[in-house]
Nanobody, 115 residues
Framework: QVQLVESGGGLVQAGGSLRLSCAAS????????MGWYRQAPGKQRELVAR???????AYANSVKGRFTIARGDAENTVYLQMNSLKPEDTAVYYC?????????WGQGTQVTVSS
């Protein structure tokens, strides 16, 4: 079964940057959206950013102007560049690929921003 593998999380000071990567272990066809979600302790999982198959992007208001989502040159890869990080960005970040009839999720990568 195809899995999504994330990397790039870690500990960073406020104002710093991190780049998250997500790659599928195999080929996934007919993807509608590639996206990043996050879940902080005690909170619901929320959409951070997503990108369509033709490159249209959408962002949560809280990250607009600071985060950038992009598709990789390799098939079925997506990145999230996070700049000007804030302590409130601390969460587990999950990669998601949405296709008709099936959702794929990564295992999550921890991002911790210290003040």
């Amino acid at each position: 079964q195809v899995q999504l593998v994330e990397s790039g999380g870690g500990l960073v000071q406020a104002g710093g940057s991190l780049r998250l990567s997500c790659a599928a272990s195999g080929r996934i066809s007919s993807i509608n959206f590639m996206g990043w979600y996050r879940q902080a302790p005690g909170k619901q999982r929320e959409l951070v950013a997503r990108i369509t198959s033709i490159g249209d992007t959408a962002y949560a208001n809280s990250v607009k102007g600071r985060f950038t989502i992009a598709r990789g040159d390799a098939e079925n890869t997506v990145y999230l560049q996070m700049n000007s990080l804030k302590p409130e960005d601390t969460a587990v970040y999950y990669c998601n690929f949405d296709r008709p009839g099936m959702d794929y999720w990564g295992q999550g990568t921890q991002v911790t921003v210290s003040s």
